[in-house]
């Protein structure tokens, strides 16, 4: 059974910092991406960043591309998501997701609807 399990969300104020983990386990391919992905209340979850099995390829939302940064240590399973300079717009349930697929990294592959395996979520506050 496949579990993804995030942590590290929040109350942080504007201009500060977070790093959010996310461990996966039970995945029987070696091959996944894995990605974070966030909702505001009232708004359709979002892509923010992608990233492939070597960490060669990755995918960034363009609106959070230099801010965000997707890292990944496959020996402890676990992806990562930087978060500097926070804005209070940030402020969402932030959630990591995987799904087997050994290709690059495109805005085609980052999307809700191609990952299956997703966690429940780790809140992220910013505050002014």
């Known amino acids: 059974q496949v579990q993804v399990v995030e942590s590290g969300g929040g109350s942080v104020q504007v201009g500060g910092s977070l790093r959010l983990s996310c461990t996966a386990s039970?995945?029987?391919?070696?091959?996944?991406?894995m990605g974070w992905f966030r909702q505001s209340p009232g708004k359709e979850r979002e892509e923010i960043a992608c990233i492939s099995w070597s960490s060669v390829s990755t995918y960034y939302s363009e609106s959070l591309r230099g801010r965000f940064t997707i890292s990944r240590d496959n020996a402890k399973n676990t992806l990562y998501l930087e978060m500097n300079n926070l804005k209070p717009e940030d402020s969402a349930m932030y959630y990591c997701a995987a799904q087997r697929y050994s290709g690059d990294v495109d805005r085609k592959i980052c999307r809700v609807w191609i990952f299956a395996y997703w966690g429940q979520g780790t809140q992220v506050t910013v505050s002014s």
């Open positions: 039970g995945l029987t391919s070696d091959d996944y991406v």
